[in-house]
């Protein structure tokens, strides 16, 4: 991840140990680009009796330098206490969504066709991952997220959606791990095209998926999703999944 960030900041302070006074590292942040959202700060905070005030250094020094960004908040490496004080605010969720793999039939719109990725040239696999771009918590995709095995996927049970063209409109990637004997699929939320996003695409992603992983035995899913909006949510909801983890995505003002 350090080789992908534009720029980081240190905040050190200085400590006695074994007697000595020593400067010691007390937070890190760097900062990665992201398309659509300025960047997103990696790194955090050590616990300590000044991690408010570090933390809010440490992200008022990175403001300053890239402008817009935003974190993970997930209480352990950025707290948001100090971020809602400096005026960041939520503006969406990282969430693990679990769950028998729904059983549901959902047809793609006219004039698009599921394929899995391993059939799909490189070109329609990088427009397919490039959906998901737009969306807080993404950053850009490299031609090395178009391989096969990338992100530990399985190519032939990743479904990418092709548009009349050939153009890579939407994507859905999954594995199956085995956790103490038994398949469980794994899986991104599905990313659809923007122009496509009022369709039922992303269901017809999902639903072909859910139906590969029950033809190879997995009776359960885990599904990680990245700025999805309250709607996407309420569909997964509403086809049986349920969060199981969720973290805050907050934005600087």
Do not use: K, N
């Not at 020094?61 to 817009?68: E, F, I, L, Q």
């Not at 899986?187 to 095209?193: E, I, S």
């Not at 139906?211 to 949510?233: F, I, K, N, V, Y």
């Amino acid at each position: 991840m350090a080789q992908s960030c534009a720029a980081a900041w240190l905040v050190s302070e200085v400590q006695l140990l074994d007697g000595q006074a020593r400067e010691v590292v007390v937070g890190a942040a760097g900062a990665r680009p992201s398309p659509a959202h300025g960047a997103e700060l990696l790194g955090g905070v050590f616990a300590g009796p000044r991690r408010a005030e570090v933390t809010a250094l440490l992200v008022g020094a990175a403001y300053a330098g890239v402008g817009r960004a935003y974190v993970f908040a997930d209480g352990h490496l950025f707290t948001p206490e100090p971020l809602l004080s400096a005026g960041w605010r939520e503006v969406g969720a990282y969430r693990r969504l679990e769950g028998r793999p729904p059983y549901r039939a959902a047809p793609p719109p006219a004039g698009v066709i599921l394929r899995a990725l391993a059939e799909t040239p490189v070109q329609a696999r990088l427009e397919a991952l490039r959906t998901f771009e737009d969306r807080i918590g993404h950053h850009a995709v490299t031609p090395e997220a178009a391989q096969d095995g990338a992100g530990g996927f399985d190519p032939q049970l990743s479904l990418v959606a092709l548009d009349e063209a050939g153009r890579g409109v939407g994507v859905c990637r999954a594995a199956i791990d085995d956790e103490d004997g038994r398949p469980v699929g794994r899986l991104d939320a599905p990313g659809v095209a923007l122009a496509w996003r009022h369709t039922g695409l992303r269901a017809a992603l999902l639903a072909g998926v859910s139906a590969q992983l029950r033809a190879r035995g997995a009776a359960h899913l885990s599904m990680d999703s990245w700025g999805d909006t309250p709607e996407e949510l309420a569909h997964d909801l509403g086809w049986g999944l349920h969060v199981t983890g969720e973290t805050p995505l907050l934005a600087s003002p």
